[in-house]
Protein backbone atom coordinates (compact mmCIF):
# COMPACT_ATOMS: atom_id res chain seq x y z
CA UNK A 1 0.00 0.00 0.00
CA UNK A 2 0.93 3.58 -0.11
CA UNK A 3 1.11 6.58 1.98
CA UNK A 4 -2.52 8.22 1.66
CA UNK A 5 -1.87 11.28 3.83
CA UNK A 6 1.26 12.05 1.32
CA UNK A 7 -0.56 11.17 -1.83
CA UNK A 8 -3.35 13.21 -0.89
CA UNK A 9 -1.22 16.46 -0.38
CA UNK A 10 0.10 15.75 -3.87
CA UNK A 11 -3.54 15.79 -5.25
CA UNK A 12 -3.94 18.95 -3.50
CA UNK A 13 -1.47 19.99 -4.78
CA UNK A 14 -2.07 19.23 -8.36
CA UNK A 15 -5.98 20.46 -7.81
CA UNK A 16 -4.92 23.82 -6.47
CA UNK A 17 -2.43 24.02 -9.49
CA UNK A 18 -5.42 23.34 -12.31
CA UNK A 19 -7.50 25.96 -10.59
CA UNK A 20 -5.23 28.38 -10.71
CA UNK A 21 -5.13 27.75 -14.53
CA UNK A 22 -8.88 28.27 -14.58
CA UNK A 23 -8.69 31.33 -13.35
CA UNK A 24 -5.58 33.25 -14.67
CA UNK A 25 -7.02 31.47 -18.11
CA UNK A 26 -10.46 32.71 -18.26
CA UNK A 27 -10.14 35.27 -21.10
CA UNK A 28 -7.85 33.15 -22.87
CA UNK A 29 -10.09 31.83 -26.39
CA UNK A 30 -7.06 31.30 -29.18
CA UNK A 31 -3.30 31.23 -29.61
CA UNK A 32 -3.10 34.94 -30.20
CA UNK A 33 -4.30 35.86 -26.77
CA UNK A 34 -1.13 34.68 -25.82
CA UNK A 35 1.06 35.46 -28.58
CA UNK A 36 0.08 39.03 -29.38
CA UNK A 37 0.87 40.95 -26.64
CA UNK A 38 3.84 40.92 -23.35
CA UNK A 39 1.17 40.23 -21.12
CA UNK A 40 0.55 37.15 -23.01
CA UNK A 41 4.00 35.97 -23.24
CA UNK A 42 4.46 36.09 -19.82
CA UNK A 43 0.84 34.52 -18.87
CA UNK A 44 2.24 31.50 -21.17
CA UNK A 45 5.38 31.07 -19.41
CA UNK A 46 3.41 31.20 -16.05
CA UNK A 47 0.77 28.23 -17.80
CA UNK A 48 3.45 26.61 -18.93
CA UNK A 49 5.19 26.87 -15.24
CA UNK A 50 2.09 25.59 -13.78
CA UNK A 51 1.60 22.45 -16.35
CA UNK A 52 5.49 21.67 -15.83
CA UNK A 53 4.60 21.37 -11.92
CA UNK A 54 1.31 19.61 -12.74
CA UNK A 55 3.22 16.90 -14.92
CA UNK A 56 5.82 16.37 -12.12
CA UNK A 57 3.43 16.08 -9.35
CA UNK A 58 1.62 13.28 -11.70
CA UNK A 59 5.00 11.86 -12.10
CA UNK A 60 5.96 11.59 -8.20
CA UNK A 61 1.96 10.47 -7.66
CA UNK A 62 2.93 7.64 -10.21
CA UNK A 63 6.01 6.76 -8.23
CA UNK A 64 5.15 7.32 -4.90
CA UNK A 65 1.83 4.75 -5.43
CA UNK A 66 3.97 2.15 -7.39
CA UNK A 67 2.16 2.65 -10.50
CA UNK A 68 -1.13 1.70 -8.80
CA UNK A 69 -3.56 4.67 -8.75
CA UNK A 70 -3.24 6.36 -11.88
CA UNK A 71 -4.52 3.45 -13.79
CA UNK A 72 -7.62 3.36 -11.71
CA UNK A 73 -8.76 6.49 -13.70
CA UNK A 74 -8.45 5.87 -17.00
CA UNK A 75 -10.58 8.95 -18.54
CA UNK A 76 -7.43 10.70 -18.14
CA UNK A 77 -4.36 10.16 -20.61
CA UNK A 78 -1.66 10.25 -17.79
CA UNK A 79 1.22 9.70 -19.89
CA UNK A 80 0.07 12.92 -21.33
CA UNK A 81 0.53 14.81 -18.87
CA UNK A 82 3.90 13.45 -18.03
CA UNK A 83 5.03 13.72 -21.50
CA UNK A 84 3.81 17.63 -21.41
CA UNK A 85 5.90 18.19 -18.52
CA UNK A 86 9.06 16.64 -20.29
CA UNK A 87 8.20 18.28 -23.11
CA UNK A 88 8.37 21.91 -21.34
CA UNK A 89 11.39 20.54 -19.61
CA UNK A 90 13.53 19.84 -22.36
CA UNK A 91 12.02 21.25 -25.47
CA UNK A 92 10.73 24.65 -23.99
CA UNK A 93 11.73 26.31 -26.82
CA UNK A 94 9.20 24.17 -29.17
CA UNK A 95 6.64 24.39 -27.24
CA UNK A 96 3.75 26.11 -29.18
CA UNK A 97 0.79 28.28 -28.08
CA UNK A 98 -1.64 26.51 -30.08
CA UNK A 99 -1.32 23.06 -28.15
CA UNK A 100 -1.09 24.67 -24.79
CA UNK A 101 -4.22 26.68 -25.49
CA UNK A 102 -6.23 23.42 -26.73
CA UNK A 103 -4.68 21.99 -23.48
CA UNK A 104 -6.48 24.65 -21.46
CA UNK A 105 -9.80 24.65 -23.59
CA UNK A 106 -9.90 20.37 -23.39
CA UNK A 107 -7.93 19.01 -20.50
CA UNK A 108 -7.87 21.00 -17.58
CA UNK A 109 -11.39 20.67 -16.43
CA UNK A 110 -11.73 16.99 -17.24
CA UNK A 111 -8.38 16.47 -15.25
CA UNK A 112 -9.81 18.73 -12.12
CA UNK A 113 -12.85 16.39 -12.11
CA UNK A 114 -10.73 13.38 -11.65
CA UNK A 115 -8.35 14.95 -9.77
CA UNK A 116 -11.07 15.91 -7.54
CA UNK A 117 -13.03 12.31 -7.78
CA UNK A 118 -9.19 11.20 -6.27
CA UNK A 119 -9.31 12.89 -3.29
CA UNK A 120 -12.41 11.83 -2.47
CA UNK A 121 -11.86 8.42 -2.71
CA UNK A 122 -8.35 8.46 -1.14
CA UNK A 123 -10.25 10.01 1.52
CA UNK A 124 -12.58 7.58 2.72
Known sequence: MYDKPLILEEVQRVETSLQDLQKWTSHITSPDDFLLSMEGMILLNA?????FAIGEEVKTIDKHTNK??????????????MGMRDVIAHHYFELDAPK????LQNDIQPLLTVIQQIKKDLSK
Not at 68 to 81: C, H, N, S, V
Request: proline letters at 9%; charged letters at 15%; aromatic letters at 8%.
Open 68 to 81: ALLPLYPAIMWKDI
Open 100 to 103: VTDT
Open 47 to 51: VCMKL
